[in-house]
């Protein structure tokens, strides 16, 4: 067992690619939704764009260019950012086409190892998603998956994006924790990066399929993070 977590009450979690398989669930409801609408969809690399507009699109609301708003609109405005990419009108589609084609960010599958390991660390931790998520797409992603989540905290609760240091510290605060009472679940080196400055403990879970078989990113951990494990089950043996 990993010492240095008795102070830790609460494990929070990046959700998109730590806790759900989002490249696999997006293009499966896309290769069936567009597929009538897309000229020569390749619905794999359609997901890996619409994923490319996610920071960019975070950027404006972090930088004040725009006021919050929740994913789900900017997960709509970056869905039709995709089509024109690929010169498809997004008119041309019907907007509840376009809307069902949203919401599958609602539907996301959970990594095979989710739940059980989930489930072993709610023995000892309260545990929830700290996501940039809105709280109705984490709330039906949880439903769907069945991830036992003693909390939803979505984006809105924080009224701000990760990296940005209030939506971790309105976190904690929202938990009645302090910082070194909470640590940091994600599979991605700057999600850890991030919290750790702050006092936030880490724990590096490696997701080497996140981006598909070709992935050259977060294949291992870079940083000197608390744990580093292969997968829920593997950190529910380490600090459980």
Aim: a negative charge; glycine letters at 6%.
């Amino acid at each position: 067992m990993s010492t240095g977590f008795d102070s830790v009450e609460a494990l929070v979690f990046d959700m998109f690619g730590t806790v759900v398989d989002w490249r696999t669930s997006i293009a499966a409801e896309v290769a069936v939704r567009l597929r009538d609408h897309v000229p020569d969809l390749d619905a794999h690399d359609f997901a890996d764009r619409w994923r490319a507009e996610y920071q960019p699109s975070m950027e404006r609301v972090r930088s004040g260019e725009r006021e919050f708003v929740r994913l789900d609109v900017l997960h709509r405005e970056n869905l039709e950012t995709v089509l024109d990419s690929l010169g498809v009108d997004p008119s041309s589609i019907p907007a509840e086409v376009l809307d069902a084609v949203n919401l599958a960010w609602h539907r996301l599958d959970p990594w095979p190892d989710a739940i059980a390991g989930l489930t072993l660390l709610k023995e000892r931790f309260i545990i929830a998603p700290l996501s940039n998520a809105n709280v109705r797409l984490a709330l039906d992603v949880a439903k769907r998956a069945g991830l036992p989540w003693d909390a939803i905290l979505g984006a809105e609760v924080a009224g701000a994006y990760k990296p940005d240091p209030q939506s971790y510290l309105r976190t904690a605060e929202v938990l009645g924790l302090e910082t070194h009472q909470l640590a940091m679940v994600a599979a991605h080196n700057s999600d850890l990066a991030s919290v750790q400055a702050l006092g936030l403990r880490t724990c590096f879970v490696r997701r080497p399929s996140e981006h598909g078989p070709g992935q050259t990113t977060d294949l291992a951990a870079e940083g000197e993070w608390d744990v580093v494990a292969d997968d829920f089950e593997d950190l529910a043996d380490q600090i459980g």
